[in-house]
């Protein structure tokens, strides 16, 4: 099977900063785009972050500077560090990626079980 299992989160107090891990795991031919999407309490997902497969980033305008994103196609990695933290940032941070598999044509989409980070004094 495809797995993808963040990490990194945590507990960290305002303008402190936090840096999560996505890897993606299983029987993969290749990953295209891997993004960074968080969900906050009683508020809908959000895109973060997208790194496509060279490597190139965009990250959200309200986010821009204080996130940075990037992958490490080797290890199957995709980053998200994350700065500046304010109590708004509060959110579940998830993980997704297009990816095929051995014998396949197509890309599927996968979603890790995400990281809480919490922003709180």
């Known amino acids: 099977q495809v797995q993808l299992v963040e990490s990194g989160g945590g507990l960290v107090q305002p303008g402190g900063s936090l840096r999560l891990s996505c890897t993606a795991s299983g029987s993969i031919s290749s990953i295209n785009t891997m993004k960074w999407y968080r969900q906050a309490p009683g508020k809908e997902r959000e895109l973060v972050a997208t790194v496509t497969s060279d490597g190139s980033t965009n990250v959200a305008e309200s986010m821009k500077g204080r996130f940075t994103a990037s992958r490490d196609n080797v290890k199957k990695t995709v980053y998200l560090q994350l700065n500046s933290l304010t109590p708004e940032d509060t959110a579940v941070y998830y993980c997704?990626?297009?990816?095929?598999?051995?014998?396949?044509?197509?890309?599927?989409?996968?979603w890790g079980q995400g990281t809480q980070v919490t922003v709180s004094s």
């Open positions: 997704n990626a297009l990816i095929r598999r051995p014998g396949t044509a197509y890309h599927v989409n996968y």
